[in-house]
């Protein structure tokens, strides 16, 4: 199973994009956490993405396109992928669609992960990243100071450069000009599944789950 999480920034798609992977087997593709990855390792493609990630800006599609490509013909993407950011213009979206064609494979369902700006604004203010595997909490929604998860030795959280109010601000734009026109795209192509992002974190991967029409393993359930 292949699927695309859309929503706005801090709509939640990399928290429950994790949740969701790990309960079903799935890899996470995540173009923000590439593109980060890039940049701490100060790579080439972290030289060129720099400036529009600190601005908020989206990085140009060509750069995009063939960072997200490389990625889906590495072999844990065999058993399907939940691509968190990505696409993200309507050039990304039917790149996308080639390249799951060349890969003998397709896109199933677009999930969109619907969030009113004035929650974004709390939410991203308050995010913690784990520099080692890229798990996100929240000062107040989930709250820890050091990475609970064993391979990361307690490290410290830090918080996205790119969480600045002014830079959400522009964002949040930056989303509703280029990106949210494929809310319609997919809902058009009949893949859409729309799922409200407001609530706990619990209750809303009980709903993608049930939005999807997939039953958790038993062996994976938390309750
Ligand atoms: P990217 O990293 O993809 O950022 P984004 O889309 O802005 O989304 P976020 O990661 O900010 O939010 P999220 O939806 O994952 O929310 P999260 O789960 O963290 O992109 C960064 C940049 O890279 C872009 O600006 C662009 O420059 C570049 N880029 C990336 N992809 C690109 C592309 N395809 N094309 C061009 N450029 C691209 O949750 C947010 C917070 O809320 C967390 O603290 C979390 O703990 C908390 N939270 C989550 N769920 C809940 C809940 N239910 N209740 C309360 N709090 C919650
Ligand atoms: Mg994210
Ligand atoms: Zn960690």
Redesign the pocket.
């Known amino acids: 199973m292949n699927i695309v999480?859309l929503?706005?920034?801090?709509?939640?798609?990399?928290?429950?994009?994790d949740i969701l992977c790990e309960q079903l087997g799935l890899a996470h593709v995540?173009?923000?956490?590439l593109?980060?990855y890039n940049l701490n390792n100060d790579t080439e493609l972290g030289k060129k993405?720099r400036a529009?990630?600190e601005r908020?800006?989206?990085?140009?599609?060509d750069i995009?396109i063939a960072m997200?490509k490389d990625r889906l013909q590495q072999p844990d993407t065999a058993q399907g992928v939940i691509l968190?950011?990505?696409?993200?213009?309507p050039p990304?979206a039917e790149a996308l669609e080639a390249i799951f064609a060349e890969l003998g494979t397709s896109l199933d369902k677009v999930v969109y992960?619907n969030v009113p700006d004035e929650e974004i604004v709390l939410?991203?203010s308050?995010?913690?990243i784990c520099r080692k595997c890229q798990a996100?909490?929240?000062k107040v929604?989930?709250p820890f100071t050091t990475c609970p998860h064993g391979e990361c030795n307690g490290e410290y959280l830090y918080q996205?450069e790119?969480?600045k109010p002014e830079t959400v601000r522009a964002?949040l734009k930056?989303?509703h000009e280029q990106t949210s026109p494929l809310v319609d795209y997919y809902r058009q192509k009949g893949m859409l599944v729309e799922v409200s992002?407001?609530?706990?974190?619990a209750d809303?991967t009980a709903a993608l789950l049930e939005a999807l029409g997939v039953e958790t393993p038993p062996e994976k359930r938390s309750d």
């Open positions: 999480f929503g706005p920034p801090g709509s939640g798609k990399g928290t429950q994009a995540a173009s923000g956490d593109f980060r993405a529009y990630m908020g800006d989206l990085v140009p599609d995009t997200v968190d950011g990505f696409p993200r213009t990304q992960l939410r991203l308050g995010r913690l996100t909490f929240h929604y989930n996205r790119d969480d964002r930056v989303y992002g407001v609530g706990s974190i809303i």
